[in-house]
């Protein structure tokens, strides 16, 4: 059977609309980034409906990889990019991109339309293709790998936790809870000498060595008492700057400019001790008194192993009283709006739990703040995870950010004490509130715009443009922290853009309120538990 030239120009016309038509199916509903990279680094045209949206622009047509990613990236990695790009255009080229590719995980700021950018991050995959009429091509895959790189992040801060958490109670059970309470209160004290040390005024030769030598010596012991009691995160941050400040030591002359790229790893043990500081409440259980085994518990002097557990336990119930009622009269005593001593939560629990999270960053902070907990029995199993994360960003900030010293507080006519309140409830619809409210500083706007424009989060002129309620809320962004006044956090410039990604996983919605120089409220809505149960599922199919 023969067939005539028309026919098979026709079958062979009808294969290439089929497979143009696959080809335009697959790049209009690929979530990748999808295009064709010429050896004169130009973009080809027909490429995946997603790139449009990945890099929130249209036109591509002759645009270079260069332009492409260039107002989205940083110039370490554009460099980065142009190394990668002219090794692809030599036509010799004989190895795979991929055994040394710069961008497989890239940090990318994308504009919005009122001036503010986000933070993602995005993997750029190289694969060498025969096209017609061209000697050589690349096809590029763009894939948005932000969810991956925080969900690692998490998983690594959470075996660090865990690792310390461990360490920490190692060296309770084998050295004793009163040897681990005076390595809490040493270390302290040696952080204390070190910010003391570095913060003296020097010019001569002599001093800059006087300083150098000083600041050594407490380091030096930090890590000593770290590895003496195994707690190899700590004592890995003190190597750190040890090895640091001994560089220094053999450096001939030594000037102001020599310290200053200490202030990195001293930042980061700085984040490591108060790492420590946080979890030895959460890493020392507690004891059913009627066991028969030493009760371990936690005092403001430190961890102490109480060895008769009824009797002590009792003792020890007793003292914690007396010791709140202690605080409640000198409240009382600075402000006649003092509340009453509160009851004490069950051990264990949230509220439990939230309170010590608050005392300690207070400690911390050479702060007095009270925290009054409502209905935090009622969160349902759905969202306990998800609100007990949101308390504890919102009490930190609160702490270290919003409520003022007892000094400032009394200067402006305030009790001396800050007040958090913390109430969970059940709407008539069925939905679930969390309000969050202290009675600190509040919010300035000017301060939040100019922080923003530092962070690089927006311009100067977006800034400008937005009205004071909109302004405050560039707190949620990723990347915004006024750390710098925080010196004993490790600066991440997350806590309330987690606190955002939180609700919004858990379905629902925050709002913010402040009022400067007087209070900062937070509302969080989540939905019904049906309907958030029905949004999971929705998320699973999909």
């Known amino acids: 059977m023969f067939i005539s030239v028309k026919r098979h120009e026709r079958e062979k016309q ?52 260069e332009k492409l990613i260039a107002p989205v990236v940083n110039a370490k990695t554009l460099t980065a990019a142009r ?41 750029f995959e190289f694969q060498a293709v025969e096209l017609p009429r061209e000697p050589r091509a690349w096809l590029v895959r763009v894939t948005d790998i932000t969810v991956r790189v925080q969900q690692q992040r998490e998983l690594e801060d959470l075996r660090t936790q865990v690792e310390t958490q461990g360490e920490i109670l190692r060296s309770v059970l084998q050295g004793g809870g009163a040897r681990f309470g005076a390595f809490l209160q040493r270390t302290d004290a040696s952080m204390k000498s070190i910010n003391a040390v570095l913060k003296k005024p020097a010019r001569e030769a002599d001093a800059f ?12 012991r930090v890590r000593r008492d770290a590895a003496a009691l195994r707690l190899s995160g700590f004592e890995a941050a003190a190597r750190v700057l040890e090895d ?27 984040g490591q001790f108060a790492r420590l500081r946080s979890l030895t409440l959460q890493a020392v259980p507690a004891v059913d008194p009627d066991d028969s085994a030493p009760e ?3 005092t403001d002097k430190g961890t102490q192993i109480i060895e008769a557990p009824k009797f002590f336990a009792e003792m020890a119930q007793k003292a914690e ?10 409240a009382a005593a600075n402000t006649a709006e003092a509340p009453k001593t509160q009851r004490m939560a069950p051990a264990g629990s949230l509220d439990s739990t939230l309170s ?16 009054n907990c409502l209905g935090m029995q009622l969160v349902p199993t ?27 507080r009394a200067s402006l006519g305030k009790p001396m004490h800050g007040t958090l309140q913390l109430e969970f409830k059940e709407m008539p619809d069925r939905s679930f509130e969390l309000n969050f409210q202290d009675d600190g500083c509040g919010l300035d706007a000017d301060k939040v715009r100019s922080t923003a424009v530092a962070r690089g989060i927006l311009s100067e002129d977006a800034a400008a443009r937005l009205r004071d309620r909109q302004a405050i809320k560039l707190i949620f962004k990723s990347g915004y922290s006024t750390l710098e006044s925080a010196p004993g956090e490790a600066a991440h410039g997350s806590g309330m853009s987690l606190v955002r990604r939180y609700v919004n996983e858990a379905g629902g919605r925050i709002a913010l309120a402040s009022l400067l120089g007087q209070e900062t409220r937070f509302k969080v809505t989540l939905p019904p538990l049906q309907a958030a149960d029905a949004q999971t599922a929705d998320a699973q199919v999909a």
């Open 356 to 371: 010590s999270l608050t005392e300690l960053v207070a400690q911390e902070h050479r702060k007095t703040v009270i925290l």
């Open 14 to 65: 009808d294969l290439v609309a089929a497979s143009n038509r696959l080809t335009d199916a697959m790049l209009k509903t690929t979530a990748q980034g999808i295009f064709l990279l010429d050896t004169k680094d130009r973009i080809l045209p027909q490429v995946s409906s997603s790139l449009a949206s990945l890099f929130r622009r249209q036109d591509f047509t002759n645009l270079s990889f």
């Open 321 to 330: 009283m007396a010791q709140n009622a202690e605080m409640a009269q000198k």
């Open 209 to 220: 060595r006087s300083k150098l030598e000083e600041t050594l010596d407490e380091v030096d």
């Open 83 to 123: 190394a990668l790009v002219d090794r692809l255009c030599e036509a010799t080229a004989a190895t795979s991109p991929e055994q040394d590719n710069p961008l497989q995980d890239v940090e990318v700021r994308l504009p919005n339309a009122n001036g503010t950018s986000d933070v993602a991050h995005y993997c």
């Open 296 to 298: 371990t518990r936690m």
């Open 382 to 408: 759905r969202y306990q995870a998800a609100i007990k994360n949101v308390a504890i960003q919102l009490i930190r900030n609160a702490v270290m950010h919003g409520v003022e010293t007892p000094a400032e």
């Open 244 to 270: 640091a400040l001994q560089d220094l030591r053999s450096r001939g002359t030594l000037s102001g400019s020599d310290f200053l790229p200490l202030a990195v790893k001293l930042d980061q043990l700085y």
